[in-house]
């Protein structure tokens, strides 16, 4: 007699719950993902306005292999599904001395763009994304590819190595402290310490071994999906559908259904659901205080300081820039006070550093023809109860302020429609704790510790994915952290 298939319940699309599905449906269990909102992506979704499409959240997408994985896994051929194209230059930085550089791709024509626009060497930047890569080849092992809360997984030679190499990655000085000692331009600088923002944090208090990051979008290379950002959820949620994955869409789960020290099931508004395994794609913090209010919780863990968030405004512009690519930065002059003012006066600093996506430079059906999609970001504070509604209205009025300065038109009469994103939207949106948008900051050096682990230290079959757990936020991130706790079962 054949065996029962077992069954596994996913709870949220997010792209780490994605993830996880395709893995789990590849080893034999039969998977339903449960998603409280009627459509897929969590962060990574997408929507529109007055004929504008836009991406919520993530725009730069980094480390594909983590996508091209589920596929190949799967067997099927990722280009049946999902398109990317190299960008090049990555990114337009706009500084307020008029200074413009364009970030091209390979890592020599960065360097050499960089060392023409600013006052630094070829060599030294080139000798910079080598320490970069340093870092990465020192700590992925430790830091990123495995549980870092596996016993087995700290006696091996990555570890030693680590551990031999440790004075190499700074993970006792600050990530500003290190390129400070790396460049004299302050531009080059501040262009690097910007990595610390990638996962919600400030660089004048994250570990230098963050300055990992560059390696992974300078050196690596950074990638357009075509379709925009949200085709990465799509193409996910086709191949699950192939492969046999169940999708309850509008079927939020309300409990973890717990029997002793197993997960038994979910409950949702439409019903109880028997589960051999119970994976959570909830931001953690809400998947102990909303689904498991009665269990022992982590509390050192939970109640560790929440990374940034961000204002977007999603803007509908009725015009052409030429000067602008996909990724645009312009920069506040004053970074410090900037990052002082979003950690510890959880505000919005009056000149704040402005990044604006717009994906119709690739995408043209994204916008009416003339016009462009403006996904224009700011970093803000996680919610603590701020009067947001002030601080949007006056982060609006700076940040057309210097857009307009900075681009020398006027942009407010070309703004034809407009929607919003803030700390308490993306609450509603994604159940993220606070609004925060990378689960706990990284503004200590024992962050990367202090995520939560992709299992449960006492219920069995209960384990975690997402930006709010090991390894950590963003698109590749969350793709790990799929594998690692998907890996650990069976
Ligand atoms: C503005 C912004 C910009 C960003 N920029 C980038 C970038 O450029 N590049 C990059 O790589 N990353 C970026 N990120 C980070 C990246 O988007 C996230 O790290 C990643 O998408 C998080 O995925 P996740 O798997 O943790 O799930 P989430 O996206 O948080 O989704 C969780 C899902 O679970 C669902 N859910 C929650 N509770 C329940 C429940 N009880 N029952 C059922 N369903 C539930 C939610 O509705 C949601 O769909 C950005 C994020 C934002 C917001």
């Excluded at 997408?46 to 996508?67: A, L, W």
């Excluded at 016993?151 to 700074?170: P, S, Y």
């Excluded at 940040?399 to 407009?418: G, H």
Aim: net charge positive.
């Amino acid at each position: 007699m054949s065996e029962k298939q077992k069954t596994c319940a996913i709870i949220g699309s997010g792209i780490a719950g994605l993830g996880a599905a395709i893995r789990m449906a590849n080893k034999g269990y039969k998977v339903t993902v449960f998603e409280r909102n009627s459509f897929p992506g969590g962060k990574l979704s997408s929507f529109e306005n007055k004929g504008y499409r836009f991406d919520f959240g993530p725009s730069v997408f980094t480390m594909p292999q983590n996508v091209e994985d589920l596929f190949s896994l799967s067997k099927k051929n990722i280009k049946d599904y999902f398109e990317y194209i190299p960008l090049n230059p990555g990114y337009k930085y706009f500084y307020e001395d008029g200074t413009i550089f364009n970030a091209y791709f390979p890592k020599e024509r960065f360097a050499e763009e960089a060392a023409k626009q600013t006052n630094e060497t070829k060599e030294n930047i080139l000798n910079y994304l080598d320490y970069s890569e340093k870092i990465y080849n020192l700590t992925k092992e430790v830091f990123l590819l495995n549980s870092l809360h596996k016993i087995k997984n700290f006696l091996n030679w990555h570890t030693v190595k680590g551990l031999i190499n440790f004075g190499k990655i700074d993970a006792l000085t600050t990530m500003n402290n290190a390129n400070t000692k790396w460049f004299k331009d302050p531009r080059i600088v501040q262009l690097f310490n910007r990595y610390a923002t990638y996962n919600g944090s400030s660089p004048f208090l994250a570990p230098g071994t963050m300055n990992v990051i560059p390696h992974l979008e300078i050196n690596m290379g950074i990638f357009y999906p075509k379709g925009g950002m949200v085709s990465i959820t799509e193409s996910i949620v086709k191949l699950g559908k192939d492969i046999g994955v169940n999708f309850e869409f509008n079927n939020g789960v309300s409990e973890i259904i717990l029997e002793g020290k197993k997960a038994k099931g979910v409950k949702t508004d439409k019903g109880i659901y028997d589960f051999d395994v119970v994976i959570s794609n909830m931001d953690v913090y809400n998947t102990y205080h909303k689904l498991m209010p009665n269990q022992k919780r982590p509390e050192k863990i939970l109640s560790q300081e929440k990374s940034s968030s961000a204002i977007v405004f999603y803007w509908g512009i009725k015009k052409n820039f030429e000067q602008l690519g996909l990724h645009n930065i312009f920069w506040g002059k004053e970074y410090e006070k900037e990052f002082d003012t979003v950690v510890n006066k959880k505000n919005i600093y009056q000149d704040p550093t402005v990044y604006i996506n717009i994906t119709s430079k690739h995408s043209p059906s994204d916008a009416p023809e003339g016009c462009e999609n403006w996904f224009a970001m700011v970093n803000a504070p996680n919610n603590s109860g701020q009067d947001w509604d002030t601080i949007v209205k006056e982060t609006r009025e700076n940040v057309i302020a210097k857009i307009s300065k900075m681009l020398k038109t006027d942009i407010r009469p070309l703004i034809e429609c407009e929607s919003l994103f803030t700390p308490i939207v993306l609450e509603q949106k994604t159940a993220s704790a606070f609004g925060a948008i990378y689960g706990n900051a990284s503004n200590n050096k024992f962050a990367a510790f202090m995520r939560h682990p992709n299992f449960h230290s006492s219920i069995k079959n209960l384990y975690f994915c997402g930006g709010s757990v090991h390894p950590g936020p963003s698109i590749p991130l969350c793709l790990m952290s799929a594998k690692i706790a998907t890996d650990m079962i069976d």
